[in-house]
């Protein structure tokens, strides 16, 4: 690795105080995982002051800390605005014992005071039963990064730099952790980040050596290997290694004094207008021993230093009157007399170490992004509004429409808007967006590239992944964005946006996190339009994955045409705290509602649509309902042959755009209560619901619903393959034809008439598939229909 | 990058006839894009040879034919045997051509023979509706690897690879995948392959330089950095760079003849004992333009060597008469007549490239897993029984039951069965295993390492991914495997568990294929033990993304003790093409069933537990079901307090096993028939059912079955922190006396004796909870509980 410039960059006073917050936090730390009482040592430890039940990770926490440190005393000198990032977030009690350290959290909790009493709390309520989890999680200030699920620290550091000049993120990638795909993938992050318009990232790799039970694949790779692959990132590798604590202060302090100089070098020059060009950002290596000051050996076998300091490195003091003894002497080490008054305060050698006010990177305002969060100036969507010549009569591409609001919340947002996708931004037709920004591109460009700059807006690579864990960065930071993707890819994040609901449901507790900007979701190459890449790219299954999240949380919606598409993105893009799904075609499709419909709809969720039904002042024979564009076109073109040839069969449609409607009031909050369901519904008459995803999820909101027995559900029923539209939802019996034969064994007493009808759409199936088989295009039947208005 | 060593090492014969072999594929693939037609271009072409819909994907077939002939060159050479993964797998056309060529698409599809007709089925079939898919799919022979979602081809091929000596598993990762996170993490799997007891992979980067619409990172970061970050990786890169085609030949031959020969000098120092350490595997690196060969210029934009030529690089031939021309003249640059005779056979010259037989790539017997498929030696697992002394009155972990038999299934099958996990196999209580065997690791090691070594068969690498795609292409190569994980995150392999679904799905269908082991999941840090990790480790939601996958390729088991386990685990790793779940704990349960029962009960699915219920021989007053560990023990808590209380009252206790027997055997397999549920769940009494999930899968399972009405579900709600085990089933309503309370809040006319108990059972639960909050550990009458043999 690279050394650093000036070895001993520390004074001997310098060096005393900020091993003196270092031992702090690391006393601290230890006494949240262990006790409940005599928090100070003032007198001899006893199992009575021993926790019942000890939880915590001790084997990162160190490391943490002496990061943690050396970052707040390059902030005091260089006036610095500092984001923390802990990707082994597990570490929990290192960042609680630094916030407490700064006073940031005795402001915000002040029953946790910073002295004695307080100190007690601190150390009794972690990883307790009504006290705090044991990770970083959204209440320990300073924050914006649970410590659960490993692996998207970076991506989220990234996110949080993105057009926040003036923000420093350093952030600590755990060993373990760059074991997974994410944070793999997160390191040519840099390849997306200008050095002129946004902050920095500082990643600080933490080479601890071991997971649970196993050391680390860089750890144990040759050494030449890692600064090989870290330079082949892209970085400049400063070095920390040691296992001794005044030797690594110096050494961090100068790697972090030279890392920082770099930074602000490459800033100084890119802001000066120097060549946009990805610079070499600087890293830091940090090689310190796992639970580095713990215990050396318990009961004959080496804790520090190996994978048995993971946790608890002495399991059993209440039990064990040796390990009692030892973790007394390993408390006393770090001398808590000097570090705390009698009143249990720290001392002035710990608290001059740091900073003060939203300069503690406990007080960040970035890691409390509703702080800073500004609304969108946002067009008004209906100037963008299709006009409509009647129901189905013109045709349009729904996402090509929002493209051209989308380009102009672009235009007008540039401080605070991003646009988020893999490699899908053009071809999902929201192309209106490269006529006033480009791709962000850092790296080579060459003559022929289509709207690549290092000042894009738009920030398009290949994984699912970086797209989701950039945008949450973003937003936790306080800004605003839409992620568009392929539907059935969107489930390479399922488990991203379990941590990120998780997150949200938890912060809609805590007062001092205000809430912030929804993280949207734009599905527009779905299910039923993958002509060209068949089966594997058929899952509407993230319905399914994010209704199981608190209902509060979570916002389906399935706009059926190009308008409420605008509405619903509108209404999204105002949310504050949700996860918003939205599922829409980018074919060209029949736009059903003019404006004010679309807005009248998408503001009841779901609605009768009078104009398609026949069933006026009557309850209705039978029920379609539909929820999805290629489900709502199959449904009104069942509609029509219904109409036309069992005129005397009263037909009711009922488009769904909210899915939570169905959703009992009491189960969500956008849930219809029941009577108006079974004023929309009926509580008796067949109800044919032509759904876009699985059938289950229909079955699952509406289980408790009164004419839940006459429900019928059609969907996908994973059947798919490359071929035509149609060919697809007849594969799934969700075509038209299938819809009618739905109603028609469904509802009584139809006569021979629907007898015949039947016949005929069986035969229609036939006929449309040999079609298809023999001219490898539907059958014009099915590409010419358009809607006729009902009645014929 | 290393230059090979022979610059030239193809002589002129050589060279003409492998570029023959390629023009050959190339011209295929084109004409399958294109032509429904004149396949041979005897006549002048028309737009009537053009098929309707132009669908598929060019732009990375050229480079993808280049691979595939040079590799049969050297497998002819050098007597090899190579399986070829093919990362850019929607170049689907490529590989169906060579697979034609090799006449083995003409072995396994009769009908599209290797002639002139053969020809013409095989262009008209492509991505066309009852045809075949564009992507790379199960259809195509020499597959293992589905071209659907992106980033899995190279830990496919590590998969394949283990244990497989003989074997080379060549992967082309192409640069768009390159930037998905578990591709990135996949580079370092060669920390886990032994030289000496594995084959080889060799990764082919193909950097033709774009995806859709965009550059790729890896094609744009300066080439010093790339050659760093492969370096970096531990591999040793050859590179091919050019776009004349007899160069990239003479290139193409002289890399890959140094990456055969390092690879065969590796292997034969390993196995002849020299240090088993992680070498420093060649690999090539590939830079070919995009959509090579194809028109340079089309509407006046470059095409060829940029994202254009993605998919269908002449758009519109049918309607342009220019476009027409181009196509025609593209076809013809490959001089098809000096390719195949009139009759459309390959002529000699092409022929003479590929091997014969088995040596093929598209016939190696490791791509159709099937026909290798060796049943495991499986101890038998009742030898592994823990004595029951009666229900409920031992205590047992039951995972580390289980793993006694883990350990001698591991040592009865060294040569086709192996463990995987994300550093958990210890802390999930597997730990038995290290008696027999290791953990693979071939990087550096220290001493007290714990349990690591060359020959491991256990996989432990802290990426759900990476286990996942090891265990994927070891099924797929017909071996047999485990993977254990945290119930909550095995969610990161939501979207990978797709793919393979759909894989089975298909291959079900296709004769040729033959069925592989079944993909067993063990979830055992399941949602309800969380206590140290808390809310961000809770998501039992798995099980509810994979019942949307076929019936008949899904399975889930929720066994509630040890011995269930035993029998559970049993009939895995005997079934065949399935995606079997289990959910089991870790922690120490009570053992409900002796063997004999536990059999009994798992062939069943679902039953009645008589000895815990009262009401033999009349119809009972109420059920309460459980399925899962921690729900089961709730519900025989529940029951206890009800027979003591309440000894009237007639419960019968229902334990579910296999989730499946739920749905009506209309649609599921396992399902249970409408009568046989009626009679077990009653068709008109209360059911409370306790469910380790989230209880809409449930309501899923069961809304058709008759008394699906007076079903009541508690399951998690999404409710947790850290804490104790009772308490998290308190925050979910799904403890014992909550359970009672649902049950008295649901039976009618119990009287005054159960209002008391009722409230009863509300001071119970706060006791408990202000238990908790004040010493942090469960009320002892909880950590106490013990079945009591029903009435007392």
Aim: charged share 20%; glycine share 8%; with cysteine.
């Amino acid at each position: 690795m690279t050394a650093a410039v000036t070895e001993s960059p520390l004074t001997g006073v310098e060096l005393d105080r900020i091993d003196a917050y270092w031992r702090a936090a690391n006393y601290l730390t230890v006494g949240q995982i262990y006790l409940r009482e005599n928090p100070l040592l003032s007198e001899p430890l006893t199992a009575g002051h021993i926790k019942p039940r000890l939880l915590g990770h001790w084997g990162t926490s160190p490391g943490l800390n002496l990061v943690y440190a050396h970052l707040s005393r390059m902030i005091t000198l260089r006036d610095l605005s500092v984001l923390y990032v802990t990707g082994p977030g597990h570490g929990g009690p290192a960042l609680v014992a630094n916030t407490w350290l700064e006073g940031t959290y005795s402001e915000l909790y002040p029953t946790v005071s910073r002295d004695a009493t307080g100190m007690t709390r601190l150390f009794r309520q972690f990883s307790t039963p009504g006290g705090i989890p044991s990770h970083v999680a959204p209440e320990v200030p300073g924050s914006i990064h649970e410590g659960g699920e490993l692996g998207y620290s970076l991506m989220h550091a990234y996110g949080a730099a993105f057009d926040n000049p003036d923000l420093l993120v350093a952030c600590v990638v755990g060993d373990g952790e760059a074991e997974t795909g994410p944070l793999a993938a997160s390191w040519l992050s840099n390849v997306f980040l200008n050095p002129a318009r946004d902050g920095a990232v500082l990643p600080i790799l933490h080479l601890n050596g071991y997971k649970i039970a196993n050391p680390t694949v860089l750890a144990r790779i040759p050494a030449e290997d890692l600064r090989s692959l870290l330079r082949g990132y892209g970085h400049e590798p400063y070095e920390v290694t040691s296992e001794d604590p005044r030797e690594a202060h110096q050494l961090m302090a100068a790697a972090l004094g030279s890392a920082l100089d770099d930074i602000a070098q490459i800033q100084r020059l890119a802001r000066r207008g120097g060549p946009a060009r990805r610079p070499r950002w600087p890293m830091i290596v940090m090689r310190t021993p796992k639970g580095w000051t713990g215990p050396a050996i318990v009961d004959g076998l080496p804790v520090a230093g190996t994978f048995r300091a993971h946790q608890v490195p002495l399991p059993h003091p209440r039990e064990d009157p040796r390990q009692l003894a030892a973790l007394e002497s390993w408390l006393r080490s770090y001398r808590p007399q000097e570090l705390f008054d009698a009143d249990g305060v720290p001392r002035d050698d710990v608290l001059l170490a740091p900073p003060r006010g939203n300069a503690r990177m406990s007080a960040n305002p970035a890691a409390n992004g509703g702080v800073m969060l500004r609304d969108l100036a946002l067009p008004d969507f209906r100037e963008y509004a299709v006009p409509s010549p009647g129901p189905g009569l013109a045709d349009v591409e729904p996402t090509r429409a929002l493209g051209a609001w989308l380009r102009d919340v672009i235009d007008a947002n540039r401080d605070r808007f991003r646009l988020f996708g893999p490699d899908e931004v053009a071809s999902n037709r929201l192309g209106d967006a490269f006529t006033v920004t480009d791709r962000v591109f850092l790296a080579d460009t060459v003559p022929g590239d289509d709207h690549l700059s290092p000042d894009g807006r738009v920030m398009e690579v290949l994984s699912e992944h970086l797209c989701q864990g950039w945008l949450e960065g973003y937003l936790l930071t306080g800004r605003h964005g839409v992620f568009t993707s392929y539907e059935a890819f969107i489930h390479v994040v399922d488990s991203m946006v379990n941590q990120h609901a998780k997150w949200l449901k938890v912060t809609r507790d805590i007062a001092w996190r205000r809430p912030i900007a929804s993280l949207n979701y734009l599905l527009s190459s779905h299910v039923w339009r993958q002509d060209h890449n068949g089966f594997s790219h058929q899952d509407p299954g993230f319905i399914d994955h994010v209704i199981n999240k608190k209902a509060e949380i979570v916002r389906v919606y399935l706009p059926p045409d190009a308008n409420t598409l605008l509405v619903t993105m509108d209404r999204c893009l105002r949310s504050r705290n949700l996860i918003n799904v939205v599922v829409a075609g980018k074919q060209v499709e029949p736009l059903w509602l003019d404006m004010a419909e679309a807005q009248s709809h998408c503001e009841r969720g779901l609605g009768i649509w009078a104009w398609a039904s026949n069933d006026a002042g009557v309850e209705p024979d039978v029920v379609l309902a539909c929820a999805g564009d290629v489900p709502t076109m199959e449904t009104l073109a069942a509609v029509g042959l219904l109409r036309e040839h069992l005129p005397q069969l009263r037909v009711r449609v009922v488009n769904v755009v909210d899915l939570m409607r169905l959703q009992p009031d009491s189960e969500h909050p956008n849930g219809l209560k029941d009577k108006q369901f079974d004023t929309v519904f009926t509580t008796d008459r067949p109800i044919i619901f032509a759904y876009h995803g699985y059938p289950g999820v229909i079955h699952r909101l509406t289980y408790r619903r009164t004419n839940h027995p006459n429900l019928h559900v059609r969907g996908y029923k994973e059947e798919g393959t490359t071929t035509t539209p149609f060919d697809m939802v007849m594969l799934n019996d969700l075509d038209r034809f299938h819809l009618v034969i739905d109603v028609i064994d469904r509802v009584p007493g139809l006569g021979a008439t629907a007898a015949h009808l039947r016949q005929a759409m069986i035969d229609a199936r036939q006929q449309c598939r040999a079609h298809t088989r023999e001219h490898g295009e539907d059958h014009p039947t099915i590409t010419q229909w358009r809607w006729s208005g009902g009645d014929s």
